[in-house]
T-cell receptor, first 111, second 115 residues
Framework: SQKIEQNSEALNIQEGKTATLTCNYT??????LQWYRQDPGRGPVFLLL?????KEKRKERLKVTFDTTLKQSLFHITASQPADSATYLC??????????FGKGTRLHILP | NAGVMQNPRHLVRRRGQEARLRCSPV?????VYWYRQLPEEGLKFMVY????????ESGMPKERFSAEFPKEGPSILRIQQVVRGDSAAYFC?????????????FGQGTRLTVV
């Protein structure tokens, strides 16, 4: 079955630096990959979608890459701010058009 | 524009009771997904519905759990004879079409506690 791996350890980044989160997957060739942000006690919020034929996607301070050979996506936040602190979830398209989530990585931006 | 509305936000049930979780999708959205999340765990897919149809229920336990999305009204996730292991946050998401072309909007979740 499909397996999605995100770094389970929290990531601490100094304010102003670039935060990079990793999403690896196995046993699957997704047509697209999504990234979501989730704050404590809240529902996930969609950030970006990148398709298999796209290498990179940007939105303001966010950048996502998608390497189908390595089976990996990298999620970057440049000029990070304390307000960026949250859990970031990677999600892949599953059979029958549902999305399958990784466990997420907690990001702490230190002032 | 109202987003996905879930109610109640918090629900406490005794073992053996029934839990009904409601989800009103974004207006005009016909695709609804239910997910379950345990503390420190990712979102686990339960069921995908379109109006009056269950498309994929592969993540939903066969016993005690059911879901519907009627022509009129909210989607309902129903858990009969709840047990302590059912305690979790249940999230609903909706989309206007296939997720390869449209984003999923999530509600704030219903936190079910079974005592």
């Amino acid at each position: 079955s499909q397996k999605i791996e995100q770094n389970s350890e929290a990531l601490n980044i100094q304010e102003g630096k670039t935060a990079t989160l990793t999403c690896n997957y196995t046993n699957y060739s997704p047509a697209y990959l999504q990234w979501y942000r989730q704050d404590p006690g809240r529902g996930p919020v969609f950030l970006l979608l990148i398709r298999e034929n796209e290498k990179e996607k940007r939105k303001e301070r966010l950048k996502v890459t998608f390497d189908t050979t390595l089976k990996q996506s990298l999620f970057h936040i440049t000029a990070s701010q304390p307000a960026d602190s949250a859990t970031y979830l990677c999600a892949l398209d599953g059979p029958d058009d549902k999305i399958i989530f990784g466990k997420g990585t907690r990001l702490h931006i230190l002032p | 524009n109202a987003g996905v509305m879930q109610n109640p936000r918090h629900l406490v049930r005794r073992r053996g009771q029934e839990a009904r979780l409601r989800c009103s999708p974004v207006k005009g959205h016909s695709h609804v997904y239910w997910y379950r999340q345990l503390p420190e765990e990712g979102l686990k897919f339960m069921v995908y519905l379109q109006k009056e149809n269950i498309i994929d229920e592969s993540g939903m336990p066969k016993e005690r759990f059911s879901a519907e999305f009627p022509k009129e009204g909210p989607s309902i996730l129903r858990i009969q004879q709840v047990v302590r292991g059912d305690s979790a946050a249940y999230f609903c998401a909706s989309s206007s079409g296939q997720l390869s072309h449209s984003e999923a909007f999530f509600g704030q979740g219903t936190r079910l506690t079974v005592v």
